[in-house]
T-cell receptor
């Protein structure tokens, strides 16, 4: 089955801790994305990567970090510097044709709660 | 800065009714528009994608139209069913800052009552 998997589904973090959210895809997509979703708000882009070993900040990158060592994996670390990390995190991927018309496909999400 | 607005924010209809969800965007220089469905606590499922050169796309009971010049898209759902109950999101792809990006609306929460 081709698709995007995210783990864990639920994650609880104590204040001051770093946590890492996993995202894996077997669609052979070049581009991968991390979004944050808060109640009553649209999805906001945190980071994206168009190719292995390269990634770019999105609109709300502060307090987050990523890596892209493998094409199929794009983990997101929520650091202690992120002031309000409780949210629903969504990973997506797409074929990257560098012409803006790529269709993005989404994973099932990880709900992060800070205790 | 691209902004996407979805109206209404919530909609409740009886089963069997045809309905229209609206999406508007402020900058018409888009590459495509996607409609997604999101069930509570779940990820997004892509329903329809309309490229900027297209006027509409159809999939089963769903039909999405795009009027790029006026900055509007509609999602038409025919013969609604309780299983259609979900949040519907639209997103436009445009060049922003240094690269292409998707800008999302806040969604329309649809409830179809049996």
């Amino acid at each position: 089955d081709g698709g995007i998997t995210q783990s864990p589904k639920y994650l609880f973090r104590k204040e001051g801790q770093n946590v890492t959210l996993s995202c894996e895809q077997n669609l052979n997509h070049d581009a991968m994305y991390w979004y944050r979703q808060d109640p009553g708000q649209g999805l906001r882009l945190i980071y994206y990567s168009q190719i292995v070993n390269d990634f770019q900040k999105g609109d709300i990158a502060e307090g987050y970090s990523v890596s892209r060592e493998k094409k199929e994996s794009f983990p997101l670390t929520v650091t202690s510097a992120q002031k309000n990390p409780t949210a629903f995190y969504l990973c997506a991927s797409s074929i990257f044709r560098d012409r803006g018309d790529d269709e993005q496909f989404f994973g099932p999400g990880t709900r992060l709660t800070v205790l | 800065k691209q902004e996407v607005t979805q109206i209404p924010a919530a909609l409740s209809v009886p089963e069997g009714e045809n309905l229209v969800l609206n999406c508007s965007f402020t900058d018409s220089a888009i590459y495509n528009l996607q409609w997604f469905r999101q069930d509570p606590g779940k990820g997004l499922t892509s329903l329809l994608l309309i490229q900027s050169s297209q006027r509409e796309q159809t999939s089963g009971r769903l039909n999405a139209s795009l009027d790029k010049s006026s900055g509007r898209s509609t999602l038409y759902i025919a013969a609604s069913q309780p299983g259609d109950s979900a949040t519907y999101l639209c997103a436009v792809s445009a060049f922003g800052g240094s690269n292409y990006k998707l800008t999302f609306g806040k969604g329309t929460l649809l409830t179809v009552n049996p």
